[in-house]
Protein backbone atom coordinates (compact mmCIF):
# COMPACT_ATOMS: atom_id res chain seq x y z
CA UNK A 1 0.00 0.00 0.00
CA UNK A 2 1.29 3.49 -0.96
CA UNK A 3 0.07 4.98 2.23
CA UNK A 4 1.81 2.41 5.03
CA UNK A 5 3.53 4.26 8.09
CA UNK A 6 5.30 3.12 11.31
CA UNK A 7 4.44 4.21 15.11
CA UNK A 8 7.99 6.44 14.56
CA UNK A 9 7.08 8.19 12.01
CA UNK A 10 8.89 11.80 12.10
CA UNK A 11 9.26 14.75 10.55
CA UNK A 12 13.02 14.70 7.82
CA UNK A 13 15.01 16.95 9.65
CA UNK A 14 18.34 17.55 7.90
CA UNK A 15 19.96 18.44 11.47
CA UNK A 16 19.74 14.91 12.38
CA UNK A 17 22.85 14.51 9.84
CA UNK A 18 25.39 16.25 11.81
CA UNK A 19 24.22 14.87 15.05
CA UNK A 20 27.00 13.93 17.70
CA UNK A 21 26.77 10.88 19.70
CA UNK A 22 28.12 10.06 23.13
CA UNK A 23 30.42 6.88 22.87
CA UNK A 24 31.69 5.14 26.03
CA UNK A 25 32.47 8.63 27.59
CA UNK A 26 33.20 10.63 24.48
CA UNK A 27 30.99 12.86 22.31
CA UNK A 28 31.73 12.12 18.72
CA UNK A 29 30.43 12.79 15.04
CA UNK A 30 27.89 10.69 13.80
CA UNK A 31 29.94 9.56 11.36
CA UNK A 32 33.14 8.14 13.69
CA UNK A 33 30.16 6.61 16.22
CA UNK A 34 31.31 3.09 15.63
CA UNK A 35 31.58 0.06 17.46
CA UNK A 36 33.45 -2.62 17.18
CA UNK A 37 31.86 -6.20 14.84
CA UNK A 38 32.95 -8.60 17.88
CA UNK A 39 30.50 -6.00 20.08
CA UNK A 40 28.26 -8.62 22.21
CA UNK A 41 25.47 -5.99 21.12
CA UNK A 42 26.13 -6.85 17.03
CA UNK A 43 26.96 -10.48 17.90
CA UNK A 44 24.26 -11.43 20.17
CA UNK A 45 21.68 -8.99 20.56
CA UNK A 46 23.01 -9.08 24.19
CA UNK A 47 21.97 -5.48 25.47
CA UNK A 48 19.43 -3.38 27.17
CA UNK A 49 18.29 -0.27 25.50
CA UNK A 50 15.55 2.80 26.76
CA UNK A 51 13.87 5.50 24.73
CA UNK A 52 13.54 8.79 25.90
CA UNK A 53 11.87 12.39 25.17
CA UNK A 54 12.59 15.45 25.33
CA UNK A 55 9.70 18.69 25.89
CA UNK A 56 10.65 21.85 26.40
CA UNK A 57 13.92 21.33 28.13
CA UNK A 58 13.17 18.53 30.10
CA UNK A 59 13.50 14.98 29.62
CA UNK A 60 10.05 13.10 30.57
CA UNK A 61 9.44 10.98 33.17
CA UNK A 62 13.47 10.56 33.10
CA UNK A 63 13.84 9.03 36.44
CA UNK A 64 11.55 6.53 35.23
CA UNK A 65 12.81 5.35 32.18
CA UNK A 66 16.81 5.03 33.88
CA UNK A 67 15.00 2.99 37.26
CA UNK A 68 14.32 0.63 33.78
CA UNK A 69 17.10 0.07 32.21
CA UNK A 70 19.32 -0.35 35.25
CA UNK A 71 16.87 -2.75 36.37
CA UNK A 72 16.89 -4.58 32.74
CA UNK A 73 20.66 -4.46 33.28
CA UNK A 74 20.48 -6.45 36.81
CA UNK A 75 18.69 -8.88 35.02
CA UNK A 76 20.72 -9.90 32.69
CA UNK A 77 23.84 -9.13 35.02
CA UNK A 78 25.24 -6.11 33.36
CA UNK A 79 27.41 -3.95 34.91
CA UNK A 80 26.55 -0.43 32.95
CA UNK A 81 29.64 1.39 34.80
CA UNK A 82 27.65 4.27 35.50
CA UNK A 83 25.55 5.61 37.87
CA UNK A 84 22.17 6.67 36.83
CA UNK A 85 22.80 10.21 37.89
CA UNK A 86 25.59 9.64 35.76
CA UNK A 87 24.35 8.55 32.85
CA UNK A 88 21.51 11.10 33.12
CA UNK A 89 24.12 13.78 33.18
CA UNK A 90 25.67 12.15 29.91
CA UNK A 91 22.04 12.22 28.45
CA UNK A 92 22.18 16.13 29.69
CA UNK A 93 25.98 16.74 28.03
CA UNK A 94 24.66 14.90 24.43
CA UNK A 95 21.63 17.34 24.61
CA UNK A 96 23.90 20.32 24.84
CA UNK A 97 26.53 19.06 22.20
CA UNK A 98 23.24 18.42 19.98
CA UNK A 99 21.55 22.30 20.58
CA UNK A 100 18.05 20.56 21.12
CA UNK A 101 15.47 22.08 23.40
CA UNK A 102 12.55 20.01 22.68
CA UNK A 103 11.22 17.19 20.15
CA UNK A 104 14.04 15.28 20.14
CA UNK A 105 14.41 11.42 21.06
CA UNK A 106 17.48 9.63 22.70
CA UNK A 107 18.09 6.09 22.87
CA UNK A 108 20.64 4.93 25.18
CA UNK A 109 21.64 1.65 24.53
CA UNK A 110 24.10 -0.25 26.53
CA UNK A 111 26.01 -3.84 25.58
CA UNK A 112 27.86 -6.22 27.66
CA UNK A 113 31.04 -5.06 25.65
CA UNK A 114 33.75 -6.41 22.90
CA UNK A 115 34.26 -9.98 23.05
CA UNK A 116 37.77 -11.84 22.13
CA UNK A 117 36.09 -14.46 20.20
CA UNK A 118 32.72 -14.57 18.38
CA UNK A 119 30.72 -17.06 20.63
CA UNK A 120 28.09 -16.40 23.26
CA UNK A 121 29.59 -16.90 26.50
CA UNK A 122 29.75 -13.97 28.57
CA UNK A 123 33.06 -14.45 30.01
CA UNK A 124 34.27 -14.19 26.26
CA UNK A 125 33.13 -9.92 26.81
CA UNK A 126 36.41 -8.55 28.64
CA UNK A 127 35.94 -4.77 27.35
CA UNK A 128 32.88 -2.99 28.42
CA UNK A 129 30.27 -2.38 28.44
CA UNK A 130 29.58 -0.47 25.70
CA UNK A 131 27.46 2.77 26.21
CA UNK A 132 25.65 4.68 23.52
CA UNK A 133 23.59 7.61 23.97
CA UNK A 134 22.01 8.46 20.61
CA UNK A 135 20.01 11.30 19.77
CA UNK A 136 17.88 12.93 16.91
CA UNK A 137 15.67 15.76 16.45
CA UNK A 138 12.32 14.19 15.87
CA UNK A 139 8.80 15.23 15.70
CA UNK A 140 6.29 12.68 15.32
CA UNK A 141 4.67 12.90 11.67
CA UNK A 142 1.98 9.87 11.67
CA UNK A 143 -0.79 10.86 9.21
CA UNK A 144 -3.52 8.53 9.55
CA UNK A 145 -4.89 6.36 12.35
CA UNK A 146 -2.32 3.43 12.17
CA UNK A 147 -4.01 -0.12 10.38
CA UNK A 148 -3.02 -3.54 12.97
CA UNK A 149 -2.97 -7.06 11.36
CA UNK A 150 -2.92 -9.73 14.24
CA UNK A 151 0.71 -12.21 13.77
CA UNK A 152 1.04 -15.54 14.95
CA UNK A 153 4.43 -14.28 16.94
CA UNK A 154 3.91 -13.83 21.11
CA UNK A 155 5.41 -12.53 23.26
CA UNK A 156 7.84 -14.77 25.34
CA UNK A 157 7.19 -15.89 28.49
CA UNK A 158 9.12 -14.82 31.51
CA UNK A 159 11.16 -18.04 31.92
CA UNK A 160 12.30 -17.63 28.51
CA UNK A 161 12.97 -14.08 27.30
CA UNK A 162 10.62 -11.73 29.29
CA UNK A 163 8.94 -9.62 27.49
CA UNK A 164 9.12 -6.60 30.34
CA UNK A 165 13.24 -6.56 29.29
CA UNK A 166 13.75 -4.00 26.95
CA UNK A 167 16.36 -6.34 25.20
CA UNK A 168 18.56 -5.58 21.82
CA UNK A 169 17.24 -9.21 20.80
CA UNK A 170 14.29 -7.74 19.17
CA UNK A 171 13.75 -10.54 16.56
CA UNK A 172 10.81 -12.13 17.95
CA UNK A 173 8.79 -8.33 17.32
CA UNK A 174 10.73 -7.46 14.07
CA UNK A 175 9.18 -11.10 12.70
CA UNK A 176 5.94 -10.03 13.49
CA UNK A 177 6.21 -6.53 12.34
CA UNK A 178 7.31 -8.46 9.03
CA UNK A 179 4.29 -10.68 9.20
CA UNK A 180 1.73 -7.54 9.66
CA UNK A 181 3.73 -5.66 6.71
CA UNK A 182 3.12 -8.32 4.53
CA UNK A 183 -0.60 -8.57 5.62
CA UNK A 184 -0.87 -5.01 4.38
CA UNK A 185 -0.56 -2.97 7.98
CA UNK A 186 1.54 -0.75 9.89
CA UNK A 187 2.44 -3.20 13.00
CA UNK A 188 1.54 -6.12 14.48
CA UNK A 189 -1.19 -6.98 17.01
CA UNK A 190 0.49 -9.98 19.20
CA UNK A 191 -1.67 -11.89 21.76
CA UNK A 192 -0.51 -13.63 24.29
CA UNK A 193 -0.12 -16.97 25.22
CA UNK A 194 -3.53 -17.86 26.48
CA UNK A 195 -4.32 -16.26 23.01
CA UNK A 196 -5.73 -13.15 24.61
CA UNK A 197 -4.91 -9.50 23.08
CA UNK A 198 -1.46 -8.56 24.23
CA UNK A 199 0.49 -5.41 22.42
CA UNK A 200 1.97 -4.63 19.10
CA UNK A 201 5.05 -5.44 17.97
CA UNK A 202 6.39 -1.76 18.93
CA UNK A 203 3.72 -0.35 21.59
CA UNK A 204 1.32 -1.18 24.35
CA UNK A 205 -2.31 -1.26 23.04
CA UNK A 206 -5.75 -0.51 24.49
CA UNK A 207 -8.90 -0.26 23.47
CA UNK A 208 -12.02 1.87 24.62
CA UNK A 209 -15.76 0.21 24.53
CA UNK A 210 -18.72 1.96 26.70
CA UNK A 211 -16.68 4.38 27.73
CA UNK A 212 -14.13 1.87 29.59
CA UNK A 213 -10.33 1.48 28.86
CA UNK A 214 -9.18 -1.67 28.59
CA UNK A 215 -5.33 -2.82 28.22
CA UNK A 216 -3.72 -6.10 29.04
CA UNK A 217 -3.12 -7.73 32.12
CA UNK A 218 0.54 -6.68 31.52
CA UNK A 219 1.39 -9.92 32.03
CA UNK A 220 3.15 -10.61 28.76
CA UNK A 221 3.78 -7.21 27.87
CA UNK A 222 6.54 -3.91 27.89
CA UNK A 223 5.98 -2.53 31.37
CA UNK A 224 5.25 0.86 29.31
CA UNK A 225 6.10 3.77 31.19
CA UNK A 226 3.47 5.84 28.89
CA UNK A 227 1.01 2.94 29.37
CA UNK A 228 0.81 2.93 33.37
CA UNK A 229 1.15 7.24 32.90
CA UNK A 230 -2.45 6.61 30.67
CA UNK A 231 -3.61 4.45 33.50
CA UNK A 232 -2.74 6.56 36.26
CA UNK A 233 -4.48 9.58 33.90
CA UNK A 234 -7.17 7.52 33.39
CA UNK A 235 -7.98 6.65 37.18
CA UNK A 236 -7.69 10.18 38.43
CA UNK A 237 -9.52 11.56 35.59
CA UNK A 238 -12.67 9.58 37.06
CA UNK A 239 -12.59 7.19 33.26
CA UNK A 240 -12.96 3.63 34.41
CA UNK A 241 -9.45 1.94 33.50
CA UNK A 242 -9.52 -1.99 33.64
CA UNK A 243 -6.02 -4.21 32.82
CA UNK A 244 -7.89 -7.37 31.92
CA UNK A 245 -7.68 -10.59 29.71
CA UNK A 246 -10.16 -10.03 26.33
CA UNK A 247 -10.46 -11.29 23.57
CA UNK A 248 -9.90 -10.43 19.28
CA UNK A 249 -14.03 -10.23 19.27
CA UNK A 250 -14.00 -7.89 22.04
CA UNK A 251 -11.24 -6.10 20.18
CA UNK A 252 -12.64 -5.85 16.50
CA UNK A 253 -16.05 -4.21 18.31
CA UNK A 254 -14.48 -1.66 20.38
CA UNK A 255 -15.17 2.09 20.16
CA UNK A 256 -11.93 3.10 19.69
CA UNK A 257 -8.25 1.99 20.41
CA UNK A 258 -4.96 3.59 20.69
CA UNK A 259 -1.06 3.11 20.80
CA UNK A 260 0.77 4.20 23.75
CA UNK A 261 4.79 4.49 23.51
CA UNK A 262 6.99 7.40 24.66
CA UNK A 263 7.85 8.27 20.89
CA UNK A 264 4.15 9.04 19.66
CA UNK A 265 2.43 9.18 23.21
CA UNK A 266 -0.99 8.28 22.24
CA UNK A 267 -1.63 6.82 18.63
CA UNK A 268 -5.06 6.23 17.39
CA UNK A 269 -5.42 3.05 15.72
CA UNK A 270 -8.33 2.56 12.89
CA UNK A 271 -8.64 -0.85 11.72
CA UNK A 272 -7.36 -4.69 13.15
CA UNK A 273 -7.68 -6.89 10.53
CA UNK A 274 -9.15 -5.33 7.71
CA UNK A 275 -12.19 -4.08 10.74
CA UNK A 276 -12.82 -0.70 10.90
CA UNK A 277 -12.71 0.39 14.59
CA UNK A 278 -15.30 3.05 15.44
CA UNK A 279 -15.48 5.38 12.46
CA UNK A 280 -12.04 5.14 12.35
CA UNK A 281 -10.47 8.24 13.07
CA UNK A 282 -9.38 9.15 16.89
CA UNK A 283 -12.25 8.53 19.17
CA UNK A 284 -13.58 11.38 21.88
CA UNK A 285 -12.26 9.18 25.09
CA UNK A 286 -8.87 8.73 23.06
CA UNK A 287 -8.69 12.74 22.40
CA UNK A 288 -9.84 12.95 26.17
CA UNK A 289 -6.53 10.85 27.33
CA UNK A 290 -4.17 12.64 24.86
CA UNK A 291 -5.57 15.85 26.16
CA UNK A 292 -4.66 14.35 29.95
CA UNK A 293 -1.63 13.60 28.84
CA UNK A 294 -0.28 17.17 27.16
CA UNK A 295 -1.11 18.78 30.39
CA UNK A 296 1.19 15.88 32.25
CA UNK A 297 3.91 16.99 30.18
CA UNK A 298 3.45 20.84 30.73
CA UNK A 299 3.66 20.06 34.38
CA UNK A 300 6.33 17.55 33.61
CA UNK A 301 8.51 20.31 31.84
CA UNK A 302 7.25 23.35 33.97
Keep these: MQDRQTTHEAAEDARNEDIRIWLDGRIVPKAEALVSVYDSGFMLGDGIWEGLRLYDGTWA ?17 LDIG ?77 MSQDPKLNSHSKLNCVLACVAAEKAGADEALMLDVHGFVNTTNACNFFI ?40 LVEAYSADEAFLTGTFGAQTPVAQIDGRMIGDGRPGPVTERIQGLYKALIRRESA
Design 208 to 247: VRGGEVWTSTGDYCMNGITRQKVIDLCRADGIPVFEKNFS
Design 61 to 77: FAQEHLARLFEAAKAID
Design 82 to 158: LTPDALFEAIKETQQANAMHTDAHARVMVTRGVKTRPFQHPALSRRGPTVVILMEHSRPQIARPIRLATVPHIRGLP
